[in-house]
């Protein structure tokens, strides 16, 4: 049984950070990534990091984002840096369950690449 557990949301103020955590047990795939929802829009993909630590950004938020991992602790993180109100959204980590896949997609459409969610986290950045 594959569970995500997500923290570290809240407000920022504009040009703010905030980090979020998301840990993982039961999971035996090989992409996991950051996604988030604004009110009124899709689920986007944002960040993904594979179990080589190859990292992938939607453009142009990996000049503010940051995916890491920490394979000690099951944990990813989203580093989130000058924040601007568009950042608003809820923030999900997911993972997927097949470990034999070779590219970690973001885009609106990598939701669909995806298999385990977490609980989602606010951001609101004012």
């Known amino acids: 049984h594959v569970q995500l557990v997500e923290s570290g949301g809240g407000s920022a103020q504009a040009g703010g950070s905030l980090r979020l955590s998301c840990t993982a047990s039961g999971y035996s795939g090989y992409c996991m990534g950051w996604f988030r929802q604004a009110p009124g829009k899709e689920r986007e993909g944002i960040a993904s990091?594979?179990?080589?630590?190859?990292?992938a950004y939607l453009y142009p938020l990996n000049a503010r984002f940051t995916v890491s991992k920490d394979n000690a602790k099951n944990t990813i993180y989203l580093q989130m840096n000058n924040l601007d109100p568009e950042d608003t959204a809820v923030y999900y980590c997911?993972?997927?369950?097949?470990?034999?896949?070779?590219?970690?997609?973001?885009?609106?459409?990598?939701?669909?690449?995806?298999?385990?969610w977490g609980q989602g986290t606010q951001v609101t950045v004012s």
């Open positions: 990091i594979d179990n080589d630590g190859i990292t």
């Open positions: 997911a993972a997927d369950r097949d470990p034999k896949k070779k590219l970690c997609y973001t885009g609106a459409g990598a939701k669909y690449e995806y298999n385990y």
